[in-house]
């Protein structure tokens, strides 16, 4: 497909295990985000990829929480021992110009920790 | 630092009527890009507009426009005759450069309910 892929589409855990979010920008598509969307809130920024390289870590709610790009396209989030308030929709998106260019979205992945 | 905001955090109209959503944002830079995007029911956002700090001139898009206003930091959403599919959270994003860290800074959203 041409859009922004994410996987899973849900994905439940227990408290304290560790979840790994994967995300397939738009091919070409140099700048990739993270963002976290708790029910009915805003997005909150987690952190942004120019490349395999990411300027600005600052996002991130903890260090528990950790991303990576390689080949300057797929991208994993991945947050360690799971709390109950790391439960949202974790967003993806892909740009082919940071700052000026539409981000593309895709379609989430909901985590739920019990 | 950069800041968007959008005052409303809900509005319901009739559909068929005219409704504007309003976005206010903060920002040092003398260049810099404003977006509107819109999350439907459905959850993904989608992108709708792109407007740089250069460029006053209003857009219309169809049944909807914006009006920029550098003068009051501004930059309004207007939908004319609203319809039920118009009904979604919409949302006001501002990038920069030197300001913003090289983030894309949010509004916290307005969700728009049309009743038909």
């Known amino acids: 497909g041409a859009g922004v892929s994410q996987s899973p589409s849900n994905k439940v855990t227990e408290k304290g295990k560790d979840v790994e979010l994967r995300c397939d920008p738009i091919?070409?598509?140099?700048?990739l985000y993270w963002y976290r969307q708790s029910l009915g809130q805003g997005l909150e920024f987690l952190i942004y990829?120019?490349?395999?390289?990411?300027?600005?870590k600052s996002g991130l709610p903890s260090d528990r929480f950790s991303a990576e790009r390689t080949g300057g396209s797929v991208s994993t989030l991945t947050i360690q021992r799971t709390q109950q308030e790391d439960s949202a929709v974790y967003l993806c998106?892909?740009?082919?110009?940071?700052?000026?260019?539409?981000?593309?979205f895709g379609p989430g992945t909901r985590l739920t920790v019990l | 630092a950069q800041k968007v905001t959008q005052a409303q955090t809900e509005i319901s109209v009739v559909e068929k009527e005219d409704v504007t959503l309003d976005c206010v944002y903060e920002?040092?830079?003398?260049?810099?890009?404003l977006f509107w995007y819109k999350q439907p029911p459905s959850g993904e956002l989608v992108f709708l507009i792109r407007?740089?700090?250069?460029d006053e001139q209003n857009e219309i898009s169809g049944r909807y426009s914006w009006n920029f206003q550098k003068s009051t930091s501004s930059f309004n959403f207007t939908i004319t005759a609203s319809q039920v599919v118009d009904s979604a959270v919409y949302f006001c994003?501002?990038?920069?450069?030197?300001?913003?860290?090289?983030?894309?800074?949010w509004g916290a959203g307005t969700k728009l309910i049309i009743k038909p």
């Open positions: 407007r740089n700090s250069f």
């Open positions: 091919s070409g598509h140099t700048a």
């Open positions: 994003a501002l990038s920069g450069t030197m300001d913003s860290n090289y983030q894309l800074i």
């Open positions: 920002t040092r830079d003398t260049t810099y890009y």
């Open positions: 998106a892909s740009s082919l110009i940071h700052l000026s260019g539409e981000q593309f």
């Open positions: 990829f120019q490349g395999n390289s990411a300027p600005d």
